[in-house]
């Protein structure tokens, strides 16, 4: 039997008992309130034979006095009489149920029309002038003026109700005394049922629950289990769970040691490797550092000749300024001055700079897995437009236009390493337009189905309209020393291999759409806010 059958029962079993009772104290409350409202009954028929009898006795006074007074008008009240009629009625209808109270209720509406009939009788005596008639029928003991029939009939009419109400008032008094009762059974029955049921209960699983509960802590230490439980509850389930774990442990722990030898030695082989792979970087970055060093000093010796190219402008536009020539000549020296040549020493220092700056970069990526990014919050339009600063020169050569969305958001990522991608890739647009049609590249905010579909990423576009990319070489745009357009311009073809590499690094990721004839799309995902680690 199921544990849920079991705990369904042990519900069951108090509920049925407990639905029982409530059955019984519904009845008893029942009976309690039909009691109630037959003692109310009594006193409401006792309260309505009252009202019959005064109107009797103050019309019989009345009489009385109207006759002692020789005065005949007050005798006849057909209003009276009528209310009476009606009050007489409403008291048969209360006692409709009760052949015996029904019976004297008729008994006291002959008594009344009996003395109506006497009363009529008087009036016309009085009206004929005999009232000394009526008064010797007053003074006489017996007759219908006295009374005495309505009285008796009425009186026992009101002792028989008084009766059944005292009977019926201690129905109501026992009725609640049973409804007490029940509910105090009601109350300790369930109790009592409830614990019973329960210990039932728990003495039939508890020596199972225990055996489950130690197999589960030999199991956790590792030792061997105690044999299975019996039955095909859920407890007996579980402990067949436990010992298929604990053989499915074994056999895992067998192979572990298995693994574990093969592991240590993969590992000897991979630390030889290793170190094999370090003496090799090591070398790889001594090379870099020369390279580097090498080339760093032209650049700074570039700096510093444009610096005093640009000193050498400014006393040259002064000695125009004082030569005896034309006003138009000294304008024509002037503009060549001021604004072509400076101009060409700022496209020169920007593009130093930017060399610089990539060399520095190069510098950190030859550090393998040593290289640690340094995120910040980075604002790629000012990114764009150093870049489009730095490449002026070669967009202008190409006739190109560059554009910057307005707005883009920001990215977290390595100020160098990020600005060297998006380098690359304004770079990589540039150098392979089609001589064929004016170029137009634009970098921007990818929405929608273009954008990256993981959370917490933000996804950026370089697009061009330049020669587009096979779609036989699409796998191959992120693999190292790969080359398309070969002759379009010079290179080693390491760029966009680098590109992914830190990308990557960054936790983001880069992937490319293109139409040969058409142009190229490459779509670049990075962090929008700062990573756990870079």
Known sequence: ???????????????????????????????????????????????????????????????????????????????????????????????????????????????????????????????????????????????????????????????????????????????????????????????????????????????????????????ADGQVLAARVGGDDEICQLDNALHRSSERLNEASRLALIYRAELEHRAAELAEVNTDLRQQTQDNEMFIYSVSHDLRSPLVNLQGFSKE?????????????????????????????????????RFIQNAVTRSAGIIDAMLRLSRVGRVEFQPVLLDINAIGQRIIAAMSGSIRAKGAVVEIEPGLPAAWGDPTAIEQVFGNLVGNAVNYLDPARPGQITLGLAKGEQAAAEPGLVTFFVRDNGLGIPAAYMGKMFIAFQRLHGNAAPGEGIGLALVKRVVERHGGRIWVESVQGQGSCFFLALQAQAPASS
């Open 1 to 219: 039997m199921k544990l849920l059958t079991k705990g369904l029962l042990i519900v069951a079993i108090p509920s049925l008992f407990e639905v029982l009772l409530l059955a019984s104290l519904f009845k008893s409350q029942a009976d309690a309130a039909e009691a109630e409202r037959w003692a109310a009954h009594s006193a409401q028929v006792i309260n309505q034979a009252a009202e019959v009898r005064e109107p009797m006795l103050v019309e019989s006074a009345r009489i009385r006095n109207a006759i002692l007074l020789d005065q005949s008008e007050p005798i006849g009240r057909p209003e009276m009489w009528a209310d009476l009629e009606i009050k007489v009625g409403e008291l048969a209808r209360l006692v409709s149920d009760n052949p015996s109270q029904s019976a004297l209720v008729r008994e006291i509406h002959a008594a009344i029309g009996q003395y109506r009939s006497w009363a009529d009788s008087a009036r016309a005596l009085m009206q004929r002038g005999q009232r000394d008639d009526l008064v010797r029928q007053l003074r006489d003991e017996q007759g219908p003026h006295r009374l005495t029939s309505f009285l008796n009939r009425l009186n026992s009419f009101i002792a028989e109700e008084r009766h059944l109400g005292v009977l019926r008032n201690e129905a109501v008094q026992a009725a609640r005394t049973s409804q007490t009762w029940l509910l105090i059974a009601a109350v300790l029955g369930s109790i009592v049922t409830a614990g019973l049921a329960s210990l039932a209960f728990t003495r039939s699983i508890g020596r199972r629950i225990a055996i489950l509960t130690d197999n589960a802590q030999r199991l």
């Open 309 to 345: 190219i640009t000193h050498a402008t400014r006393d040259l536009v002064g000695e125009v300024e004082r030569l005896d020539v034309p006003e138009a000549d000294k304008s024509r020296l002037r503009t060549l001055v001021q604004d072509d040549i400076d101009t060409s020493l």
